[in-house]
């Protein structure tokens, strides 16, 4: 299962969606070594930022990212429109005993595609979840009241949001639904179908279900994009890498993959062209 259910409460103002990832989550994390709990934040993140960019109108590209003062160095997740998504973190290793998540500040980016349609907003990392993290972002940059409920394991990623829609006032029936929600066990939120549910959680409520959108893991990590990235370095530092390891190598920060460029690709990558690198 790898895909998200959008919904609406009708004449409630309130919407929400679900997400349930299996083989996307694992291609997500197959070629790292994360921690078990750094592992399960970054899936929480992961949930959290494909419930997000699903939600919001004219389907942009979104991503997160955080930085902690505590054990977590970095942490990023990037959602394309079509609901594409890559992952990574990093920890620092000589404190893999400390709070992962403290002081620190929570970055969210929004692109729409259009003219004017790129909005950004920081704020300071709060509680020591991702959820909590991004309730306190939606209520103090967006002041739209969200819950959001998420849970990752080595199998899965998923999650369920809850946001009311701008302009309602219908704070008791959102309290309500956010009630409802945390009875949800963490079983019955990876597993269950959605329409069986939303139907068993929200009975008193008329919910209408929206046609699900697959979810696929991209790292994006593509000769073109390779090529791009190896120009950068400029001819005189590519040469000295050469003259000094033979190969040019780049690893991937999120499929944590390892890429080598040899002698004759770095010629060719300077004269524009594209070739495909060795994997290792």
Known sequence: MNETQSFVFEDHGIRGGLVRLQETWLQTIAQHNYSEALRDLLGEAVAATVLLGASLKNQPKISIQLQSEGALRLLVVQCSEDLHVRAMAQQD??????????????SVHIDTGRENGYFQGIVPLVGSRISECLESYFLQ????????????????????????????????DFNTVCA???????????????????????????????????????????????????????QDELESI????????????????AFNFSPDQITAILRGETPAASLH
Do not use: W
């Open 242 to 257: 050469l003259s000094e390891r033979g190969s040019v190598e780049l690893t991937c920060e999120f499929c944590n993959r």
């Open 141 to 172: 940059s967006e002041q739209v009241p969200t819950r959001l409920i998420l849970f990752s394991d080595e199998q899965r990623a998923c999650g369920l949001v809850l946001q009311m829609l701008p302009g309602t006032e219908s704070q008791e």
């Open 180 to 234: 409802l929600a945390e009875t949800i066990s963490h079983q019955e939120l990876a597993t269950s179908k959605s329409t069986d549910l939303l139907r068993r959680l929200f009975t008193e409520f008329n919910v209408r279900l929206f046609a699900p959108r697959e979810v696929a893991h991209d790292c994006r990590c593509t000769p073109a994009h390779l090529a791009n990235i190896t120009r950068m370095l400029g």
């Open 93 to 106: 290793p000589d404190r893999t005993a400390e709070a992962l998540l403290t002081e620190g500040r929570l």
